[in-house]
């Protein structure tokens, strides 16, 4: 069993559309994460859930809303898909809230191309 | 504010040599941890190690091994013996006192057969 599943794993769309990533966490954690990945490889956390409230807001466009429905699931929309979008969204669970120690433990990733 | 360094952006070595990845941190917590993590090819992320400030002591973990030194602000990464499976960007890590887990550049490292 994956611990920390997303899907779509790959995401190809045009300039304009909305989408979703989907995650799920089956470890139990408390708090879940968003990071993206850029073209360079620098990771730069986006959102942080802790039992369904969120508590990390980076600054991001408001395009991009997160939704946690429960404390197992954290999905995010992205509306009116920009080219500069285009990167790779981790998703990731800890057991507790930052900031602490806890270990975050990283989904494969969804890679999104906008075009 | 917090700020994670890693200087050297790709290394490529030969498959046995030994290879140290360099990370150096900024902060003004008097406790903290660090975190290493690794990116395979494959796209994911794997935890590797993660180091609270109080212990000092090097750890070493089969042909990886790890130094952190608070003096200099540094916590390296060493691998002995290297292998092509090594192959993969490695991040370094530090928490910053917000809550966001801060990313060093990350390092591309190159284990050629």
């Known amino acids: ?17 909305d989408k979703s990533i989907k995650c799920e966490q089956n470890l139990g954690h408390d708090t879940m994460y968003w990071y993206k990945q850029d073209s360079k490889k620098f990771l730069k956390i986006m959102f942080s ?22 404390k197992a699931h954290l999905n995010l929309h992205i509306n009116s898909l920009e080219l500069g979008d285009s990167a790779v969204y981790f998703c990731a669970s800890s057991q507790g809230p930052p900031p602490s120690g806890y270990v975050l433990t990283f989904g494969a990733g969804s890679r999104l191309t906008v075009l | 504010a917090q700020k994670v360094t890693q200087a050297q952006t790709e290394i490529s070595v030969v498959e046995k040599e030994d290879v140290t990845l360099d990370c150096v941190y900024e902060t003004r917590d008097t406790t903290y941890y660090l ?15 993660r180091r609270n400030s109080f212990d000092e002591q090097n750890e070493i ?17 060493t691998i002995t013996a290297s292998q092509v ?21 990350g ?3 190159q284990v050629k057969p």
Do not use: H
Not at chain 1, 1 to 17: C, I
């Open chain 2, 35 to 49: 975190f290493w993590y690794k990116q395979p090819p494959s796209g994911e992320l794997v935890f590797l190690i």
């Open chain 1, 49 to 70: 859930y802790n039992n369904k409230e969120l508590i990390i807001n980076e600054t991001v466009p408001n395009r991009f809303s997160p939704k946690s429905p429960d």
């Open chain 2, 107 to 109: 390092t591309t490292l």
């Open chain 2, 85 to 105: 499976v090594d192959s993969a960007v490695y991040f370094c890590a530090l928490p910053s006192n917000t809550g966001k887990l801060i990313f060093g550049q």
């Open chain 1, 1 to 17: 069993d994956t611990a920390v599943s997303q899907t779509p794993k790959y995401l190809v769309t045009q300039m304009g559309n």
């Open chain 2, 61 to 77: 973990s089969g042909r990886y091994s790890w130094n952190f030194q608070k003096s200099t602000s540094s916590f390296n990464f």
